[in-house]
């Protein structure tokens, strides 16, 4: 029997919890195919629908987030078939359409199709040996799920261009330092802290931290003045919440605030 490309379990104590996904073909830096594309698709659909999950913490291994999309699959194609069965397209959308939050807990190589898969989380947590790349350059090709996108939004155009045209590899101590992730790590203690991060974000109110996530998603998506509207009208629409009622009230009282879903 062959292992499942990705494994997943529930963490946590809590009333809701933290989803952990870990991608799972280690032999091959856990390079992204088709099979592991659907698994992750269905296995995020399902957590963002479960109303006892939280938040979704995505992982790989101690070596490797995930080195790219699988090139052996990738060097069957020509433009015909890469066109036409919409080349490793299907379920990268999957993961942008998720509304729980979503944390990257990334070790080792994050590289092509693995930096975009991270890129593409809400939050980016790297071990201090994580190294992030675009190298598609020197296989003849261009990123192609967001890397001449969503990276210069991250690290600014200097950076970017940096990488996409040499492929050089971005290690976590700059890569915190350009703003492409939120905090390093020790290796070790990597899992452990993104799980915790995951679990307090499960103790918040579920309606403020999905209309959170939504208004930053919107500073990458409008305009400055449509996207200060959106936050203003979701932030007056959170006063018809109990855990408004219930945050407030708990500050004044000086006790723990208990949100409810
Ligand atoms: N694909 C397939 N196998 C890979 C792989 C990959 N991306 N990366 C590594 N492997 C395999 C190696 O072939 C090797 O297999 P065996 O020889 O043991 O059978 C095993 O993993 C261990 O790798 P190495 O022996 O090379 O290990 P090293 O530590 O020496 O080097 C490395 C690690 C990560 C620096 C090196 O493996 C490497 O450069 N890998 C390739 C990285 C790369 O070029 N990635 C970009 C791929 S292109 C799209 C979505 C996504 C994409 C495009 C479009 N749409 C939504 C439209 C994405 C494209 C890409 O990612």
Known sequence: MTDPVIL???????????????????????????????????????????????????????KAFAAGADIGMLSQHDFISAYTTDLVTRNWETIRSVRKPVIAAVAGFALGGGCELAMMCDIIVAADNARFGQPEIKLGVIPGAGGTQRLPRAVGKAKAMDMVLTGRMMDAAEAERSGLVSRVLPADKLLDEVLAMGELICTLGTASVLAAKECVNRAYESPLAEGMMVERRMFHALFGTPDQKEGMDAFLAKRPAKFVR
């Open 8 to 62: 997943t379990e529930l963490r946590g104590d809590g009333e809701r919890r933290t989803a952990l996904v870990r991608l799972n073909r280690p032999k091959q830096l856990n390079a992204l195919n088709d099979e592991v594309m659907d698994a992750l698709g269905e296995a995020l659909r399902r957590f963002d629908a479960d109303p006892a999950v939280g938040a979704i913490v995505i992982t790989g291994s101690e």
